[in-house]
Structure formats: C-alpha cells, structure tokens
C-alpha cells in the first residue's frame, strides 16, 4: 500500500528536510507540502532540493486546507508549522494565530476526512517550563510545575490540548506527538542558536541551567519513523546527556556575561525590539532554571535512539559557525 503525505511548514528547514526524506521512500506516492511562503528550494535562495513534493500555497489558519487534504485523499498528516519566534513584520498575535488557530484548522479538515489514518504533530519540551520547583528529569507524563505562560511554549500547550481532543474524536486515528528539545545543527536557525552564535553570551547571575539539544538529522529520522508506521502517544525527543550553559560558552569560545534577571530581562528586550536575539520571557526562565527531559519511552517504542548526543549535536552546531559568530 503507497501513502499520500500532507507536511506543513515546509518553508523552514526541519520541515522541508521532512518533505524531502519521504518524497524519496518507495512506500509513498505523493507528498504534499504546504506554507504561506514557497520552500527557499523554490526561490532564488536555494536550499534543501525537496524532490518530488508539490508544493502548495496555503495558510492553515484557512479553510482552504481541507479542500487540499479532501482533494489529494491524503491518509498521513506531518504537522511541522510551529512557529517557534515572532517575525519582525508579523509580531507575536500573528504567531499565535498560526499556531494555534492553524492547527485547529488543520485538525477540522483531518476529523472531517475519510481518509486520514495517521497524524503526526511536532511539538516541544517546552510544554513542560522551566521552574526551580521541576523534577530532576521530566518524562511524558509529569505534569509542569507551573505551566507556560508566554509564547511558544503556551502556544505548544495549547496545540497539544486540541489535539488530544481530536484523538478522542478520531479513536480511529493513529496520533503521535513528539516534543523536541531545542533542534541544533547545520542548518538551525532558531532564537537559542542565534544566542550561541554571538561572542558574548549574557547569561542570569547565579543559574547555570542544564540544557539538551536534538541534532536536526535525528530529528528527521524521528518524524519519518512516525510518519512511517502507527505509534501512538507522546514522546521526549533529546540526545542523551546535557551541558550546562557553561560548558557550551567554553565550547563556543565564547565569554559570559552575567547579569541580575532585570538587567538580563531588559537587554532582552532591547535586542528583541533590534531584531537580534529573542529573549522572550520563556526563554529567560529556561537560561535560569533549565530542562532536561526522559527519552527513553521514545527508544524503547522505536528500538532506536538518536546518533547525536546533546554534546555532539551542540558541536556540529558549532563547526558549521566558525568563523561567522558575531
């Protein structure tokens, strides 16, 4: 049996890796790749060639989704347009309704489909905050502390609560939802890796959070596997091990600079308001108290776990930026 597969958010560089990884497996006939904005493959920009996917124009915040999915007969769905920072055009109402408005659309046209028999949806560890009362490790399911307040991380709780309804609705759905730690690598671009790519890193006075990273291929192989066979529930996605900011400042040779939280919090705000790095309040707590996740229910489902370490993904980072950190 081939399959037919909708990816959305095949304008960024995760997803269009996506597209481009199944559009290449026999077992699939179409891919189906949708984004307000064409993949940079499509554009004078290159980038990541996708193969045989078709692309199509579509906000998912529009109804227009379901006529794709309705009129493709598409039978798995890779949800990847999580946006994880505000454009300086759009601002953060802009993201927040292409997230979760998006994806509510998305889920509407999937329960209102016949054919759709599995779907697939990126999340994030960040559902889970970062609070100095967290465990030592969070596996799926520990309920946070304190749940997420502000941008990305709300917003991914929020999907996360709409998508468990519509797996109530549609038992007979195969759900998967993956909560990535950050993605690092090569191709990264993203509010942490904009941080790391600068020469001094303000950091808060008195925290060294520990921190952990997915490498982009692993990340990848992850959402093909899903994207592939029936593996329902949610999982941690990580490499294994942490670093503490630290150590990734002495690996990127680069020099701390430590601030009271206010201080930090205000710089934040200033390079925010410049375009330059995004410290958002979520991403303020998470340089103060930190994350680190389980990912063993993940391997143990897969009989697989990531090639890269968070050590080793953080360092393929680093090589693919020497030389260009500002």
């Given amino acids: 049996m081939t399959h037919t597969v909708l990816v959305t958010g095949v304008s960024r ?3 269009a890796r996506v597209a481009s990884v199944l559009a290449a497996d026999p077992g699939i006939s179409r891919v189906i790749g949708v984004d307000t904005v064409p993949p940079p493959s499509l554009t004078r920009d290159g980038g990541i060639s ?6 199509v124009r579509v906000d998912l915040r529009s109804p227009d989704i379901a006529q794709v999915i309705a009129a493709a007969d598409i039978d798995i769905v890779v949800h990847m347009s999580l946006v994880s920072a505000p454009s300086g055009s759009a601002g953060r109402a802009s993201m927040k309704e292409h997230n979760v408005i998006g994806t509510m ?4 046209a999937c329960q209102r489909s016949s054919t759709v028999r599995r779907v697939v949806v990126r999340s994030t560890t960040a559902v889970y905050g970062s609070s100095p009362k967290d465990p030592a490790v969070f596996t799926e399911d520990v309920v946070p502390h304190d749940s997420p307040s502000h941008g990305y991380a709300k917003d991914a709780a929020e999907v996360e ?15 998967s ?6 993605f690092m690598g090569p191709g990264v671009d993203s509010p942490l ?3 790391f790519s600068q020469s001094v890193l303000p950091s808060v006075f008195g925290f060294d959070p520990r921190l952990q990273f997915v490498h982009e291929d692993d990340a990848v192989e992850v959402l093909r596997r899903m994207a592939l066979d029936d593996h329902p529930g949610t999982y941690n996605v990580t490499g294994e091990g942490v670093l ?5 400042a002495r690996r990127a040779g680069a020099i701390t600079l430590p601030l009271l939280s206010p201080a930090f919090r205000l710089l934040g705000e200033a390079a925010r308001g410049a375009g330059l790095v995004d410290f958002s309040p979520e991403q303020l707590r998470l340089l103060c108290h930190g994350r680190v996740v389980d990912g063993t229910k993940l391997a143990a489902e897969l009989g697989w776990k990531p090639k890269f370490t968070t ?16």
């Fill in 161 to 175: 609560g709409y998508v468990r309804g519509f797996a109530r609705r549609r038992p007979d759905v195969t759900v």
């Fill in 244 to 248: 503490l900011l630290s150590q990734c």
């Fill in 177 to 182: 939802t993956l909560r990535f730690a950050n």
């Fill in 311 to 326: 050590a080793a993904a953080f360092d393929d980072f680093l090589r693919s930026r020497r030389g260009v950190r500002s």
């Fill in 193 to 195: 890796t904009r941080y």
């Fill in 13 to 15: 560089h995760v997803g």
């Fill in 50 to 55: 996708l193969g045989r996917t078709e692309f």
């Fill in 105 to 108: 659309q998305l889920l509407g």
